[in-house]
């Protein structure tokens, strides 16, 4: 069982920057692999990045390539989004989630077993 609480939302201009946040707390972080997806007003759920356990694999989606840089410390027990560039159809809420360690890379949201509560980014025109 792990529990996990985005922070770092907000409001931002187009062309700004955002980085958010995700702590885990219960079973050892190191176990799970995680993931960043977003969720727009009338839209699917959808997948923005993909971290191993290790950090040393990663997986964006095509929409975010480039302007986000997931990340993890799991020290801390965190992973990071850090989103450049931002555009106004990167609003959306935000959701971490975790993965029991498993082999390959997981871009679909039912691959989670965890998820957090979500933090709404806005990005003005």
């Known amino acids: 069982q792990v529990n996990l609480v985005e922070y770092g939302g907000g409001l931002v201009q187009a062309g700004g920057s955002l980085r958010l946040s995700c702590a885990a707390s219960?079973?050892?972080?190191?176990?799970?692999?995680m993931g960043w997806f977003r969720q727009a007003p009338g839209k699917e759920r959808e997948f923005a990045a993909f971290i191993s356990w290790s950090g040393d694999s990663t997986r964006y989606a095509d929409s975010v390539k480039g302007r986000f840089t997931i990340s993890r410390d799991n020290a801390k027990s965190t992973v990071y989004l850090q989103m450049n560039s931002l555009k106004p159809e990167d609003t959306a809420v935000y959701y971490c989630a975790a993965r029991n360690r498993g082999a390959g890379i997981a871009t679909m949201a039912y691959e989670y077993g965890y998820w957090g509560q979500g933090t709404q980014v806005t990005v003005s025109a």
């Open positions: 219960g079973r050892a972080f190191w176990l799970y692999t």
